[in-house]
């Protein structure tokens, strides 16, 4: 735990206000009526049942400051509603702390080296939580190599590799951009 902080980042439930200074960490969405509020979008076919299917929920960064905060919550948020949180153990406690520290690295090498992120989807199923994080930008993520831990920065995707079971990038042909996805395993 840091020793900036009160708690640990996942123990502490939504931020009062979120991010985006509304009500239980939601975003303002661009195309919600009357500057309504983003809601998390569950796939009917992807809510959970008995069975274990994966539940889903994909923010949208259109027209959003303060992505990273953004995320983070809306992360925290997700892990509330899986029941990842709060953590019952320090085992779960660490790995919903490394979620949301992996959402952070993703999202913020989005906003350092693309043109920001466009879009975060979440996938949880009871073996793996996969994070995507989709933006507009060219280059091609990897880890510094050789990777200095003594020096400011670079250590984003150090980090998210270290943390995951795996990641890599997917294209699409014709469409400008691209998703930098990771895999974490859930807490057992």
């Not at 995320?71 to 948020?77: E, N």
């Not at 939580?129 to 020096?151: C, F, K, M, N, Y």
Request: hydrophobic share 35%; charged share 20%.
């Amino acid at each position: 735990m840091s020793t900036t902080r009160p708690c640990s980042p996942g123990d502490r439930g939504p931020e009062p206000g979120g991010a985006s200074g509304t009500s239980g960490g939601a975003a303002p969405a661009a195309d919600a009526p009357d500057g309504g509020v983003a809601t998390p979008i569950a796939d009917p076919a992807s809510l959970p049942g008995p069975s274990g299917e994966a539940q889903v929920r994909r923010l949208s960064f259109e027209d959003q400051s303060g992505v990273v905060p953004l995320a983070r919550d809306f992360t925290r948020q997700a892990l509330y509603d899986w029941g990842w949180l709060p953590a019952a153990t320090a085992d779960r406690r660490a790995a919903a702390e490394d979620v949301l520290l992996v959402v952070s690295e993703l999202v913020t090498n989005a906003c350092l080296h693309a043109e920001g992120p466009d879009l975060l989807t979440i996938t949880c199923d009871r073996k793996v939580i996969r994070l995507e994080v989709t933006d507009r930008g060219t280059g091609q993520p990897s880890p510094r190599t050789p990777h200095r831990a003594g020096r400011p920065g670079g250590h984003g995707m150090f980090i998210v590799q270290r943390l995951c079971l795996d990641w890599g990038v997917l294209r699409t042909a014709a469409v400008a951009g691209k998703t930098v996805w990771a895999e974490l395993g859930t807490p057992s």
